[in-house]
């Protein structure tokens, strides 16, 4: 779905760039110097934003009424500008394919040696999921594991995994990258390290079945 809504993005974005040099084009007279003021403006820029954010396209999710029209009005808005289609058949679209997961969540009991916590889904803990369609992951009874920020990187003499084993265990890892040396991590500017991918994607190399 994030790939739909990011083609999504980056067509506005191309559209109003689109929008605001053909304007200028128009202003400009056979010896191409302007004719009048410039018409790159605010206003230019911000129209096709102002139609595509609005809440009567419901988000744009995809496969919505919301994303076919936003959809149809980029299509329509670039064939005003006399540019040419170039998707399949003549069309203004390029097919890109979607697969949608819905995960059926269950309450969450993490166990302790004296206590236990249950989790309510959605109030307490949400679920993404980072295999294919075809995989099936179960957890129960699983080990539960931190190991800090599950970072490994060498340049830094960073290895959060060099003492603990997670095969087979669920990780608990805090969030984002440690901040508080300006020469660590890039400081307050968050890099890979910090991010979800990276993190999900170290700890199922090393054998993990959940993050």
Excluded at 132 to 151: D, H, K, P
Aim: hydrophobic share 40%; net charge neutral.
């Amino acid at each position: 779905m994030r790939r739909r809504n990011h083609t999504t993005a980056t067509a506005i974005l191309s559209l109003t760039l689109l929008v605001a040099c053909s304007a200028q084009r128009r202003g400009l007279g056979s010896d191409n110097a302007f004719t009048g003021s410039p018409q790159i403006t605010p206003a230019t820029l911000a129209a096709p934003i102002r139609f595509l954010a609005s809440d009567l396209l419901e988000g744009r999710g995809p496969g919505t009424r919301g994303d076919l029209l936003a959809r149809l009005y980029i299509a329509t808005q670039m064939q005003a500008l006399g540019l040419e289609p170039g998707g399949v058949d003549g069309s203004w679209e390029q097919p890109v394919p979607l697969l949608g997961v819905t995960g059926q969540l269950g309450p969450l009991r993490v166990a302790g040696t004296k206590d236990s916590l249950a989790l309510k889904p959605s109030d307490d803990f949400v679920s993404f999921r980072f295999v294919s369609a075809s995989e099936t992951v179960t957890l129960s009874g699983e080990e539960l594991v931190f190991a800090g920020y599950g970072i490994q990187a060498p340049e830094y003499q960073w290895d959060d995994y060099k003492d603990v084993d997670v095969h087979g265990k669920v990780v608990l890892l805090l969030y984002n990258d440690p901040d508080w040396d300006p020469a660590l991590f890039g400081g307050k500017r968050r890099v890979y390290y910090g991010t979800p991918q990276y993190k999900v994607e170290t700890a199922a190399r090393r054998g993990a079945k959940g993050v």
